[in-house]
């Protein structure tokens, strides 16, 4: 066994609380994509469904990592600055999934923030291929 494997430390992710809607002009972008595909346009009752909590009960559990609410922590840059049992290791937000009408093709964005001046958000395109989901096609959107 090795020294990584005998590590019983946790690694802690800090999930935000809540999906996040997109602005139009992402929704903008998510129509062109599906223009490409012959597909009908989004359905635009997902634009007016509002924001819910995850559940991070859900989440796969892991030996290794462990999952916490953003909320439990310092807001802004107090995050990083503050001593933890635990080594943080990131932040994740998502956004809520846009899918076409037919729910073949999809859109998302996600944050990764790894430090103070360490993160990105990348956007996804997603499609069902055989009821499963795959990534199609990301775009790195920011990195800071």
């Not at 069902?128 to 096609?137: M, R, V």
């Amino acid at each position: 066994m090795t020294d990584l494997e005998k590590d019983t430390s946790k690694i802690v992710i800090a999930i935000r609380d809540t999906v996040f809607s997109l602005k139009k002009s992402a929704l903008k972008i998510f129509e062109e994509y599906l223009k490409t595909k012959n597909s009908v346009i989004y359905d635009s009752l997902q634009k007016s469904k509002g924001n819910y909590k995850l559940k991070l009960t859900e989440l796969t559990k892991d030996s290794i990592f462990n999952y916490k609410y953003l909320s439990e922590f310092p807001k802004g840059r107090d995050i990083w600055r503050n001593k933890y049992p635990f080594h943080l290791n990131g932040i994740i937000g998502v956004s809520r999934i846009y899918f076409d009408q037919s729910k073949k093709y999809g859109m998302f964005v996600y944050t990764v923030t790894c430090g103070r001046l360490c993160g990105g958000i990348t956007r996804c395109f997603i499609k069902n291929k055989n009821g499963s989901w795959e990534i199609e096609k990301s775009e790195l959107l920011s990195v800071f």
